[in-house]
Antibody, heavy 119, light 108 residues
């Protein structure tokens, strides 16, 4: 069974940093691209960043460049998102999602981890 | 960046009725790169359709997708109680991915 489990969220003050993690199991992690998507309370989905299966290619939303860094450790079947200089508007549930092996789409999602930025 | 605009914002229908949800792109999108998701309250999104018209694994055949260029449609042929949710379209652009703002499908 494919499982994606996010962790690392919490309450952070503006200007702080967080590292989110996503532990993957039930599939051959190195074969799949991975993604982060966030959702502010009561709002829609916002794509954050994507990384290719090997980690060679990284894509990121233009509006978030400079503060968000995606990475992966294929030996540990793990995906990460480093967020620096957090802002109140970064408050959201952050989901990790697997890219389909064939075709475009995110076929499995974690349950999400909540990041709250507040003083 | 390609902007996706979904309409209507809210759709009120009864179980058994047909639902038609639209997604319009600000510029042409390859059909291969258009997907649809369903999200229920408190849950992660679920992939319904990819490649504009291919159903994801386990998705009932009452869900269908169509369209090309800048106009895409998600159709639910006969609504079941569990279909009332928020639906999002998504496109893969050149090194960029965007979602539509969502259509809320609610019970009339």
């Amino acid at each position: 069974e494919v499982q994606l489990v996010e962790s690392g969220g919490g309450l952070v003050k503006p200007g702080g940093s967080l590292r989110l993690s996503c532990a993957a199991s039930g599939f051959t992690f190195i074969n799949y691209s991975m993604n982060w998507v966030r959702q502010a309370p009561g709002k829609g989905l916002e794509w954050v960043s994507s990384i290719s299966n090997s980690g060679t290619y990284i894509y990121q939303a233009d509006s978030l460049k400079g503060r968000f860094t995606i990475s992966r450790d294929n030996a540990k079947n793990s995906l990460y998102l480093q967020i620096n200089n957090l802002r109140v508007e970064d408050t959201a549930v952050y989901y990790c999602a697997r890219g389909q092996y064939s075709g475009y789409g995110f076929d499995y999602w974690g349950q999400g981890t909540l990041v709250t930025v507040s003083s | 960046e390609i902007v996706l605009t979904q309409s209507p914002g809210t759709l009120s229908l009864s179980p058994g009725e047909r639902a038609t949800l639209a997604c319009r792109a600000s510029q042409s999108v390859s059909s291969s790169y258009l997907a649809w998701y369903q999200q229920k309250p408190g849950q992660a999104p679920r992939l319904l359709i990819y490649g504009a018209s291919s159903r994801a694994t386990g998705i009932p055949d009452r869900f269908s997708g169509s369209g090309s260029g800048t106009d895409f449609t998600l159709t639910i042929s006969r609504l079941e109680p569990e279909d009332f949710a928020v639906y999002y379209c998504q496109q893969y652009g050149l090194s960029s991915i965007t979602f539509g703002q969502g259509t809320r499908l609610q019970i009339k």
